[in-house]
């Protein structure tokens, strides 16, 4: 026997699903118009709607919730992202439940099992490492996921990410433009799609700019931490490479630069130009105001979403990945190269 | 017949029930050691556990996950207390789910009506109004739950909270110490617990310290953010009252304060010193850096999943409240009294 969906309940009853859930319970009916309550209330008898979703869940698989697993948020990346995934996600009808991994495969495993357990319809990660284990596992069992910020080397996981390596080649552009010709790069781990790709990319645009761009440009940091970024600035301002411009992995890697530069006594623009990447909140309020590459954080979790619910209608929907655009936002540790520092 | 726990089987296997579980798991087996692994599915057979939770939460009414329920996540306050959360809740085995409700009550009833039927065993509230219908409903049914920043008129449910009036009492100390005779405070939303105990307390050390304590030297804020505190402090610079340093309900409040001031051609501290609540993230890194509150972020989120797990352990503890200390923290915000501006 087929048993009624809360869609299916609210569809007949000319309501939004979300009035439907509220007045078909007994803590948040009182929220709902008495008239409506009562209408909604006699649909869900007439259509023998089963009020339990653990009990409906073990029928049809269904719960109307995703899974939105993040890797950190304290990190200030992270929230607006989670913003965009909910906007679109609640309207539909959906709701996101958040899971925090600390990076930890472990603690990502648990919250994975244990939702889908749950028998939540799908998945959006931003955690993704470019060998992932756990990822190569829910596709092959065919579970819905989309990839936010992050891709993966999995082919078949569509990703929404923002351009990495156009935003790096505006960093360097912009380098260049205030006439700096020595430049190297705060690389994030290389594990992550966002680490590599920029880093790639980085070089890339030295070569195409016509500067030098030996291995040693490119300091590769353990996490994309402030602390990450201090000792790999520190380790570039104590070696003999002399460079006046510093593209950043992130803005946290960048504020990392900041401090290394500070504890040198070195000014930044002054001294050394900064470009971060991401745009984090808060990252216009520091000082000097930072220079970095914005990304539509909250627009790639609405892009994430769409996806999803897309690929819950339509399973066999090809999978495909989003690139979106970035743009380069002028503050204030970007100035033109000293010439004293490569002199 | 009683069904056997994912805790019994780790306990009889002498393992971490997280290590039980991936054992249990078809997509996590390969993470534990194979012997390990054989052993704990030995033991899982011989005492007829079933792996599936949601079947299993049917009969038990147990699901070691708990819900913890956030207004914004992009307010920087909240990330610092959900890690504090979750270090708590991990080793005891729990799994938080965490949900944004925007501070919308029907996004938030919504979302607790869909963890409850998933049957959570007790949540974490970090949205408390001092007049919180659910909240009621909830204690009304013995749900456990824990406030965490803020608590609510309602006497049956803990909370764990800075100790707001003290942060108020010390910074009026700190601007009447650097010799400001005329202060005002620029209060964050009534409604909440937060907002309400700051401005009585920031009245009360206004009496204390012999000054100057007119309904007027308080603006109501409509909301917590930036944009309320600068419209807050336009309207206050704006009117004649005069004044040199200004107390914020919080550190957004403050930041609000901040550009206002800049709007106007004012600096700070040289013209008005300025004093934030929270010690958010990134707030030292502002400019000016702020002085402010700083609370016990990691702290009171800990302490709140602590009382949530004694809880749980002992239903029939009496509830009760904790308050956590808090310090100030003296930045570049504030400065001695600009006699120019009160003469």
Redesign the interface.
């Known amino acids: 026997m087929h048993r009624a969906t809360l869609r299916e309940v609210a569809e007949r009853a000319g309501v939004h699903p979300?009035t439907a859930?509220?007045a078909l319970?007994a803590?948040?009916e009182?929220?709902v118009n008495a008239t409506t309550a009562a209408r909604i209330q006699k649909v869900a008898k007439e259509l023998g709607y089963s009020?339990?979703?653990?009990?409906r869940?073990?029928k049809t698989s269904r719960?109307?919730?995703i899974g939105l697993v993040i890797p950190d948020?304290?990190n200030?990346l992270f929230?607006?992202i989670?913003?965009g995934v909910?906007d679109v996600l609640?309207p539909a009808g959906y709701?996101?439940?958040?899971?925090?991994t600390?990076s930890q495969?472990?603690?990502e495993?648990?919250?994975?099992?244990?939702l889908?357990?749950?028998?939540v319809e799908g998945f959006v990660f931003a955690t993704a490492l470019l060998d992932h284990?756990?990822l190569k596992?829910?596709a092959e069992?065919s579970v819905p996921v989309v990839l936010v910020n992050r891709s993966t080397g999995i082919a078949d996981i569509p990703a929404v990410t923002p351009d990495d390596a156009a935003g790096i080649q505006m960093a360097v552009q912009h380098l260049v433009d205030l006439g700096h010709r020595e430049i190297v790069h705060l690389a994030g781990p290389q594990d992550t799609s966002t680490g590599a790709t920029r880093r790639k990319a980085f070089r890339q645009a030295l070569e195409d700019q016509g500067l030098t761009h030996d291995a040693d440009r490119i300091h590769l940091c353990e996490t994309w931490s402030e602390e990450a970024g201090a000792r790999g600035m520190g380790i570039m301002l104590d070696s003999d490479i002399p460079f006046t411009g510093v593209v950043a992995g992130n803005d946290q890697l960048a504020?990392g630069a900041f401090e290394a530069l500070t504890e040198r006594g070195l000014t930044c623009p002054a001294d050394v130009s900064v470009v971060g990447f991401n745009d984090i909140?808060?990252i216009d309020?520091?000082?000097p105001?930072m220079t970095t590459i914005r990304i539509p954080h909250v627009e790639i979790g609405a892009e994430a979403a769409r996806m999803l619910l897309e690929q819950l209608d339509d399973p066999t929907r090809h999978p495909r990945s989003v690139l979106l655009p970035v743009t380069l936002v002028v503050r204030g540790s970007t100035g033109p190269a000293n010439p004293a520092r490569t002199a």
Chains 1, 2 share one sequence.
């Not at 009020?51 to 009990?55: K, T």
């Not at 495993?109 to 244990?114: E, G, M, N, R, T």
Request: hydrophobic share 40%; no cysteine; net charge positive.
């Open positions: 979300a859930s509220r319970n803590a948040t009182s929220m009020p339990n979703p653990i009990a869940s073990l719960s109307t919730s948020l304290t200030p929230p607006p989670v913003r909910e609640r709701n996101a439940w958040i899971v925090n600390d495969n472990d603690i495993a648990d919250a994975v099992v244990s889908r357990q749950r028998n284990a756990l596992d829910l069992s504020l909140p808060f309020k520091v000082s105001p």
